[in-house]
């Protein structure tokens, strides 16, 4: 717009509103943007937003900006809305306690409850807040306990609170939510929570492309779009848990044999799967057998059908859906995550009209780029904790709430970035360091960490402020995160500590 004023002007006063949701999540550039489509001076701009839910400065958002449009915006047309609906007053009587306090969350805006309590409490004997505080002792010379130790331990007591809730209340799995940083480290609470006979499933630990049932759905169209390609479509596919074969079946397929039955050379398993002369001297499993005739007729069957219903009918035929269904809520969610991929090939087909080629060509990139979260099949039979992210679990709600490492140790921190970069306004500061000594430790004692740009004198100061100034900025994130974990809570909330 600022290259070219002529399309800026057809803009400026074409939207009479622009509203903007979750604005604390936005950066400098998309302001900019959203102020040209805005009227003058962002006349026709409304934001809705929450400061203290700010958590996405990973992705480049920058609460500060929501702070500069607040001051822009006169105090008579910024309604405050502090009515929460969603959660018990005791917890929010102990949100607004913890993040009201000095270092947390800055101008704290506390909510009022404005739900209405039912005449049966959902929790009626126990207490809404717990603090699960798992303490390691030394004994002689010995150490408080690995990593993994210590894990386990914290894992193991939190198991056994929610256990003992599911005991005292009305309260099952699928009512329980254990929020973390990070789900790579959720295996201990896993094994903690099946010692209880508690079932659970991970969801978002990843990308919704990531997920090894899409990829493999993935590999499968890439063989129905050439069978040829062994390396990204046919092997995959033949190897993995859709058609459940054997090493000795993937020998049989690439095996030629002679008239006699003695093996004469190698052959490409395309070959034997597309020209179907697989052709040992003994009978072949029925498995091997049963995946030849459902990829012959998924082959036949493309120039009449939808390549998502192709798709579709080879995973039941061969028997894939069936084995996941045995495997409880973890084969529930493999089974959401592959009913979804198909869905967004039948809708990749319909949008660009094309064909079984071109389909798996976009589903790839699709799936390289796409940021959604996997699925979770909720469904009448899944009973299970769920594992989230803190940032998946923004927008939604649970009952019970667990919150891990919610209160930690010290961290590294920006100190052990060789190449820091610090975002301000719509520019980057940047820093290098090329000491393994901490930067502290190339200072004497008494020397004062800069306070501002202007009083850094030498690169270290510089790379001195900006760390501090990074650590900051980190700390008031985990802040939030703390905040938005804990209102995510219905009815209790639980934090672990170590």
Request: charged share 25%.
């Amino acid at each position: 717009f600022e290259e070219h004023p002529e399309i800026a002007a057809v803009y400026t006063d074409k939207f009479k509103l622009v509203m903007v949701d979750e604005f604390q999540d936005t950066d400098q550039q998309q302001v900019q943007m959203i102020k040209s489509l805005s009227g003058k001076d962002a006349q026709y701009l409304t934001t809705v937003g929450d400061a203290q839910q700010s958590i996405y400065r990973f992705r480049g958002a920058d609460v500060d900006v929501f702070f500069r449009r607040q001051a822009e915006v006169s105090e008579d047309l910024q309604p405050r809305l502090v009515d929460n609906f969603r959660s018990h007053n005791e917890i929010l009587r102990f949100v607004a306690k913890v993040c009201s306090a000095d270092g947390m969350i800055p101008n704290f805006m506390d909510l009022s409850a404005g739900r209405e309590e039912p005449a049966t409490p959902f929790i009626a004997h126990s207490p809404r807040v717990y603090f699960e505080v798992t303490k390691f002792e030394k004994s002689g010379n010995s150490k408080p306990g690995d990593d993994a130790t210590r894990s386990q331990l914290v894992a193991y007591q939190l198991a056994d609170r929610i256990n003992t809730l599911m005991q005292d209340e009305n309260i099952q799995a699928k009512d329980v939510a254990i929020l973390m940083k990070s789900v790579k480290k959720a295996q201990p609470y896993i094994e903690a929570l099946r010692t209880f006979g508690i079932e659970s499933v991970v969801s978002g630990a990843s990308t919704f492309g990531e997920q090894p049932e899409v990829q493999l759905i993935g590999s499968l169209l890439q063989a129905l779009a050439n069978m040829y390609d062994s390396y990204e479509g046919l092997f995959p596919v033949l190897s993995s848990e859709i058609f459940s074969l054997d090493a000795s079946d993937l020998l049989l397929l690439g095996t030629n044999f002679g008239e006699n039955g003695q093996r004469i050379t190698n052959r490409d398993i395309a070959e034997s799967v597309v020209n179907d002369v697989c052709n040992p001297p003994f009978e072949i499993s029925p498995k091997l057998k049963n995946a030849l005739e459902v990829l012959s007729n998924a082959r036949s069957s493309l120039s009449n059908k939808r390549v998502s219903d192709v798709i579709k009918k080879i995973v039941l035929d061969a028997g894939w859906i069936s084995r996941l269904q045995k495997m409880g809520n973890e084969g529930q969610s493999k089974i959401a995550n592959i009913f979804a991929a198909l869905e967004q090939i039948d809708s990749l087909q319909k949008e660009l009209s094309i064909g079984v080629a071109s389909v798996a060509k976009a589903f790839s990139q699709w799936c390289n780029t796409a940021k959604e979260s996997p699925k979770v099949l909720h469904c009448s039979t899944q009973n299970a904790v769920t594992f989230m992210t803190i940032h998946a679990s923004k927008g939604l709600e649970f009952p019970v709430v667990a919150v891990v490492g919610a209160v930690s140790g010290p961290k590294a921190g920006a100190g052990s970035e060789p190449f820091l970069h610090v975002r301000k306004d719509d520019s980057y500061q940047i820093a290098f360091s090329s000491s393994s000594k901490k930067l502290h430790e190339l200072y004497d004692d008494c020397h004062e960490v800069p306070t501002s740009l202007d009083e850094c004198k030498n690169l270290l100061e510089w790379r001195m402020f900006l760390e501090t100034q990074e650590n900051e900025f980190e700390e008031q994130e985990q802040n939030r995160r703390l905040y938005v974990a804990l209102t995510r809570a219905r009815e209790a909330v639980i934090l672990t500590s170590t």
